[in-house]
């Protein structure tokens, strides 16, 4: 099968290599198409790391497609392996910053379906897009006293945020936003200092949440820094099919609207693809690669 396999040198290119073969418990599902996310380039250019991802490591972790052997790691492949198995007054506020990342635009749309208030922090070119999803306060983080806002639009209550960008600075500053007292929450898409946090708020607790462990378990030598590298984390598998079946029936209802996409090209394309994430030519858009050249567009 194709897939792109990483060269050691911060870039990659398309590879043969061998189809893996479903053990025990997993699943081979033939990949349609792959999603893009900056945590992938990064990964593969040494962005996140002390430098580029070794070579020979297959990168990317989003993909939609269909089983192929029923019996059963990086997505950017053509097959992988994976596991088988309030009143109005009393609402909660719940921040999200980088409100118009994918990521960040299903976060608003959970949070107003959890019965929360959600204040969206973007640029304010996606403000009206947001507020249509959910969000009931927007926030543009060029402002510079964007910090100060949320706080006056929260009170200082503010118990709970998700950073969806962790970089530049953004986690320090969802941390002053959080309320100066116990129970302060703050969840990160990427590993985080939390010393650096507690200088700024003490009370945060801080926690960083990575795709990779969905799957319980490392899924091969060849994925590494794509895959769960630590220990096994059967509570995120079991938390991750919860949440598969609910977010599937909520499409299926329409009361969850999919992230618009752009279509880059083939898998030949990753390296172009990077690009577009890297240089922010997307903005609440998620680039995908089709994969299986023989789908119709309408499948």
């Not at 118990?159 to 962790?166: E, F, T």
């Not at 898409?189 to 009370?203: A, F, G, M, Q, R």
């Not at 949440?209 to 096994?232: C, I, K, Q």
């Not at 499409?251 to 922010?280: H, Q, Y």
Request: charged share 25%.
């Amino acid at each position: 099968m194709q897939a792109f396999v990483t060269d050691g040198k911060g870039s990659g290119a398309v590879q043969l290599i061998p189809r893996p073969s479903p053990q025990e418990g997993e699943i081979l599902v033939k990949i349609h198409y792959v999603a893009l996310n900056p945590g992938d380039w990064k990964l593969v250019e040494g962005d996140v790391l002390d430098g580029p991802a070794q070579p020979g490591l297959i990168a990317g972790c989003d993909f939609a497609g269909t089983v192929e052997d029923p019996n059963g790691i990086g997505s950017f492949a053509e097959y992988m392996n994976i596991e088988a198995s309030l009143s109005e007054e009393d609402r909660v506020d719940f921040l999200v910053y980088g409100a118009s990342t994918s990521v960040g635009l299903y976060a608003v749309q959970l949070g107003k379906l959890s019965g929360l208030r959600v204040i969206a922090v973007a640029s304010s070119k996606n403000h009206d897009l947001l507020k249509r999803l959910g969000a009931e306060v927007t926030v543009d983080y060029h402002d510079e006293d964007w910090v100060e806002r949320v706080k006056e639009a929260t009170g200082g209550r503010l118990r709970y945020a998700l950073d969806n960008i962790a970089d530049g600075g953004s986690l320090e500053k969802v941390a002053c936003c959080l309320a100066y007292s116990a129970g302060s929450h703050l969840i990160a898409l990427s590993p985080l200092n939390k010393e650096s946090l507690h200088t700024v708020n003490p009370y945060v607790k801080a926690e960083s949440m990575l795709a990779f462990t969905v799957f319980g378990r490392a899924l091969g030598e060849e994925y590494t820094v794509f895959d769960n590298t630590g220990p096994e984390t059967p509570d995120e598998k079991s938390a991750w099919e919860k949440y598969l079946r609910l977010v599937t029936g909520m499409l299926e209802r329409g009361d969850l609207e999919a992230n618009p996409v752009v279509e880059v090209g083939t898998l030949e394309d990753v390296t172009e693809a990077f690009r577009l994430s890297r240089e922010g030519e997307l903005s609440a858009e998620k680039a995908v690669l089709r994969v299986n050249t023989e789908l119709g567009r309408d499948g």
